[in-house]
């Protein structure tokens, strides 16, 4: 079992939709969660950190998290062609030293 | 007023050779990582140093060796280069080494032929 896993699309929306991005992690422990975009050829871009329950809106995006189902994801609301990008689900483990792990990113397309 | 910034963007040489990978941040930040990004996109990390301390060391070759100068400041030295190297080398920064936001210098594409 990876230890973030998401699926790695691509996940097509029409402009003005919602997307859905989801993300599972294996260690029960994790205690920090974030969602970072990555346009091709770009470094890695922090959009949202959530560390509690519940969802965390920011603007167009809000993360949502379930530890007891090891469940993170982040919403687009009003999808735009300029939030077509990579979306990379990290997560910070039980060791909390700062070591961040990654899934493998979930190519997100959004059509005029 | 660059964040994290790294140099060089683009490094190709040949196998066998030693490059260096330098990175700096402005932020005040305590910690700071070098991540991976393979062929894949899959990105990994490989260290990470909080004031000049080494506290991750993932199992990378010890032909990689990270080195901190000052709390702003990581760089990476490989030595005898190998085609599967071959990746993009992220630095990051972090206000500590706990369960902080972490903030992502643009990459050093290396490429080894």
Known sequence: QKEVEQNSGPLSVPEGAI???????????????????QYSGKSPEL????????DKEDGRFTAQLNKA??????????????????????VIGSSNTGKLIFGQGTTLQVKP | DTAVSQTPKYLVTQMGNDKSIKCEQNLGHDTMYWYKQDSKKFLKIMFSYNNKELIINETVPNRFSPKSPDKAHLNLHINSLELGDSAVYFCASSPG???????????TRLTVT
Do not use: H, K
């Open chain 2, 97 to 107: 080494p706990g369960p902080y936001e972490q903030y992502f210098g643009p990459g």
């Open chain 1, 69 to 90: 189902s090891q469940y993170v994801s982040l919403l687009i609301r009003d999808s735009q062609p300029s939030d077509s990008a990579t979306y990379l689900c990290a």
């Open chain 1, 47 to 54: 959009i949202m950190s959530i560390y509690s329950n519940g």
């Open chain 1, 19 to 37: 997307a859905s991005l989801n993300c599972t992690y294996s260690d029960r422990g994790s205690q920090s969660f974030f969602w970072y975009r």
